[in-house]
């Protein structure tokens, strides 16, 4: 084999991840349908294949991220007599079913699989920061995690090969609650009489109580996983109460309420059934439900 790594697929994301495997040192091949998407990573010390097959071939570990499912097998069907006794690593995004069938069908060939997401831009592959989540045997996930380490944070989510899909849709959820929480926050404090915080000054202090609120999430999360939620010394009937100075806050300053109002209106609902003395991990109930 001539390269530790080979990477398929040399779009914006495929180049980036291509570029941290040689900004790390790993010999890296290199594979695109139009072969001059390659020349700048061969500029770099990548070596160029002539056909996927070249460069399944070349290297113990192939890393795939393409357009869509479909794409990942038209590459690889043709080259699955070279997948015997290799792992594949595909970082194409798509539905949890779709890496399941592809992760089925990369066994019958021989082949390790990984399904995988990166939860970045193609700007933030190679810091050590960035989330990138794995799922499958995780013998095969330890095999390959030091070079894998390359792209970023390298995260073993289960032997399931679905779930990378199904953590990267519920941390978008919760990127987007976090950064709407965010706005509207700082639209408060940007109102305020005086001329207001910038949002630098705000999102500064803001990140500290973050490991606060990460705290009460870990604090919700054993809650949520027995089953039990005692209020202590926050229940929900306080929740309502800060809650209701939260919206005339944003009344009085001329900001829209109605985030504030959403997740006000399930504390209602809880508590309109007996809940008021429990914890906010009591609200997963209607979020169930919904």
Not at 131 to 158: E, K
Request: with cysteine; proline share 6%.
């Amino acid at each position: 084999m001539d390269s530790e790594v080979s990477v398929l697929g040399l779009g914006a994301m495929g180049s980036a991840l291509a570029g941290a495997f040689l900004a790390a040192g790993h010999r890296t091949t290199v594979w695109n349908r139009t072969p001059e998407k390659a020349e700048p990573l061969t500029a770099r010390g990548a070596t160029g294949a002539r056909t996927a097959v070249e460069a399944l071939a070349a290297s113990p570990l192939t890393v795939i991220c393409v357009s869509t499912y479909d794409a990942v097998l038209e590459v690889l069907e043709p080259s699955a007599d070279a997948l015997g006794g290799r792992t594949v690593v595909n970082l194409t995004s798509g539905p949890p079913g779709d890496g399941r069938q592809t992760a089925v069908w990369a066994g019958r060939q021989g082949a390790g699989y990984l399904d995988g997401v990166v939860m970045s831009t193609p700007g933030g592959i190679g810091n050590p920061d960035v989330l990138l989540l794995y799922g499958g045997p995780s013998a095969v996930f330890a095999a390959h995690r030091p070079v894998l380490g390359a792209l970023g944070d390298p995260v073993h989510v289960g032997e399931d090969p679905g779930l990378p899909s199904i953590h990267d849709t519920a941390l978008l959820g919760l990127m987007w609650s976090t950064l709407t929480g965010w706005l509207h926050s700082t639209a408060i404090v940007g109102a305020d009489v005086g001329g207001g915080v910038t949002a630098t000054a705000f999102t500064d202090v803001a990140l500290r109580w973050m490991k606060t609120v990460g705290a009460f999430m870990n604090d919700c999360a054993r809650q949520v996983d027995s089953g039990r939620t005692p209020g202590g010394d926050f229940p929900l009937d306080l929740h309502l109460t800060t809650m209701d100075i939260l919206v005339h806050a944003s009344e009085l300053r001329g900001i829209d309420p109605e985030f504030p109002e959403l997740f006000r209106g399930l504390v209602r609902k809880a508590m309109a059934d007996g809940h008021g003395g429990e914890s906010y991990a009591r609200l997963i109930g209607y979020l169930r439900k919904r």
